[in-house]
């Protein structure tokens, strides 16, 4: 999948300024307030529609000093975490590299019913109610950069973290960093996360607009998005160089609602801004989604924590034709 930018894609992540902002999972361009993974007991119109999330981490081939995977609130209890009944849930937490990783196809499917923790694994850890990581951080590592596995499609070394809701029925939320550091975060320049298939919670507040950023290569032509359990909490739009608000279906409760978008030869070489912009009049709380995409092959697209070549804009001027003569 998308491995015919690979030069551009990482020329861009390294020239673009925001690097930087990378390392965090939700990344500060995104303005995600959490992601979410409920226990394998759940309820699916909770949010979550198979109990698992995946992570990938890039690091550029250069690095050679020691990283770290940091996550907060790991445990499942507190303010943070999402309760239903009392607190029975565990998460297991897991970062796996070497070959196979990421290039596995099972780790890169919508289902999650094949071998998507392949790979090496090289850390894991399993959290239920417990005080002492509420509201914390837990780190995993450190970890040497060629431990994982080596994908110059994906920028340099590829580490893979697979959260799994093994019991239980509550929603566990929480914050992932890529480190330098055991103790602080600290960025790794040239490092940025992706993912396929992304479950996250949505900002309580109306006036929040989240983003995620995929990128559009020259191969696309189309793409299919589908989301599940968005409540119908307001509308989710793109914005690229030919699109000013394009809308795509969203769903209701408990169920998914799909729409296809064609990518025009202004959108290649660009990534889109697709805007989750919440309802005013609903109030809803404690919304959790599921989004993805595909191209027109089938193939999912990435999400990138950084927008790749910047945060794109609309381009007026694209396809304003002259004014016929009048006679």
């Not at 509550?170 to 890529?178: A, E, V």
């Not at 320049?189 to 992706?194: I, P, T, V, W």
């Not at 729409?259 to 109030?283: G, Y």
Request: proline share 5%; with cysteine.
């Amino acid at each position: 999948m998308l491995r015919t930018q690979l030069w551009i894609i990482i020329f861009l992540i390294f020239f673009t300024g925001i690097q930087l902002k990378g390392q965090p999972v939700p990344a500060i361009d995104e303005n995600i307030d959490a992601l979410v993974t409920f226990g394998k007991d759940g309820e699916t119109a909770w949010g979550d529609d198979d109990f698992i999330q995946i992570i990938f981490f890039s690091i550029p081939e250069t690095f050679q000093d020691p990283v770290f995977i940091r996550v907060f609130d790991p445990d499942v209890g507190g303010s943070f975490d999402e309760q239903k009944g009392e607190w029975n849930t565990r998460t297991n937490f897991a970062v796996f590299g070497g070959d196979g990783a990421c290039s596995n196809v099972d780790a890169q499917r919508i289902s999650r019913d094949g071998n998507f923790r392949s790979g090496t694994m090289l850390a894991s850890r399993t959290f239920g109610n417990d005080a002492r990581w509420d509201g914390k951080w837990f780190t995993f590592g450190p970890f040497n950069p060629s431990e994982g596995e080596l994908l110059p499609e994906y920028g340099g070394y590829v580490f893979k973290l697979v959260v799994e809701g093994l019991d239980g029925d509550d929603g566990n939320l929480y914050r992932l960093f890529l480190s330098t550091d055991n103790q602080q975060n600290r960025a790794i320049e040239g490092a940025f996360a992706f993912y396929f298939k992304y479950k996250f919670r949505l900002h309580d507040d109306v006036n929040e607009v989240s983003h995620i950023y995929p990128y559009m290569n020259e191969r696309v032509v189309a793409i299919k998005q589908s989301n599940f359990d968005w409540d119908n909490d307001g509308i989710i739009r793109i914005i690229s160089p030919s699109k000013n608000g394009e809308r795509m279906a969203v769903s209701g409760d408990n169920n998914w609602a799909t729409s296809t978008h064609e990518i025009t030869q202004d959108d290649i070489n660009s990534s889109l801004d697709i805007q989750m912009i919440k309802n005013r009049q609903a109030n809803i709380r404690n919304n959790n989604v599921v989004i993805y995409l595909e191209n027109q092959y089938g193939e999912l697209l990435p999400f990138y924590s950084i927008p790749i070549g910047g945060i794109p804009k609309y381009k007026y001027s694209i396809g304003i034709k002259p004014k016929a003569p009048t006679r």
